[in-house]
């Protein structure tokens, strides 16, 4: 299994330029998940999905930011305009169906957003 | 409301040293507890996790006790070596899917 897959793995964009961040999650499941990890914050969950459906978005910082999961197999996380308080790297994760609040979530490698 | 506090870092440690990361909780309802590991450049990864009351999780040499009456989900290893260098974090489930993380712990291993 390739796991979950991100792309672009590093942006750096202008302030004011819109950032679309991609997330490919893991066959089979059904959640999916963005985070965004800083030194001053840590690691805050942002938005996540259910069978593509949005359930929580308690966590998205303001309107700049919006993410979408138009099928099982592909999510955005969208950013405009940006500033440089964006600047962070941002997971997504996945996890399976079932067995409660033992689930584990797969993290992609993330994708670190420089905005100048 | 659900929270993860973790001992802060970095904690620095010889090889083949004892290692404790200390980690707390205070959640509703009876949640299941994760360590994840996070290696540089890198998305985190489950180390290892427990899912009730007294149950041990371990993976790799690390072990982590659920103790329902302190809170507390302590993460611990024998003998660390340099590869084992990375960020820790304790998180915990209390349902709907959302994992509530703490802020990690840096650990740095030397020779």
């Known amino acids: 299994d390739a796991g979950v897959i991100q792309s672009p793995r590093h942006e750096v964009t202008e302030m004011g330029q819109e950032v679309t961040l991609r997330c490919k999650p893991i066959s089979g499941h059904d959640y999916l998940f963005w985070y965004r990890q800083t030194m001053m914050r840590g690691l805050e969950l942002l938005i996540y999905f259910n069978n593509n459906v949005p359930i929580d978005d308690s966590g998205m910082p303001e309107d700049r930011f919006s993410a979408k999961m138009p099928n099982a197999s592909f999510s955005t996380l969208k950013i405009q305009p940006s500033e440089p308080r964006d600047s962070a790297v941002y997971f997504c994760?996945?996890?399976?169906?079932?067995?409660?609040?033992?689930?584990?979530?797969?993290f992609g490698p993330g994708t670190r957003l420089l905005v100048l | 409301g659900n929270s993860v506090t973790q001992m802060e870092g970095p904690v620095t440690l010889s090889e083949e040293a004892f290692l404790t990361i200390n980690c707390t909780y205070t959640?509703?309802?009876?949640?299941?507890l994760f360590w994840y590991v996070q290696y540089p450049g890198e998305g985190l990864q489950l180390l290892l996790k427990?899912?009730?009351?007294?149950d041990k999780g371990s993976n790799k040499g690390f072990e982590a006790t659920y103790r329902k009456e302190t809170t507390s989900f302590h993460l611990e290893k024998g003998s660390v070596q340099v590869s084992d260098s990375a960020v820790y974090f304790c998180?915990?489930?209390?349902?709907?899917?959302?994992?509530?993380f703490g802020t990690g712990t840096r650990l740095l291993v030397s020779p």
């Open positions: 998180a915990l489930n209390t349902g709907f899917q959302k994992l509530v």
């Open positions: 427990a899912t009730k009351a007294d």
């Open positions: 959640a509703t309802g009876y949640p299941s």
């Open positions: 994760a996945t996890a399976p169906a079932g067995g409660g609040t033992a689930e584990t979530q797969y």
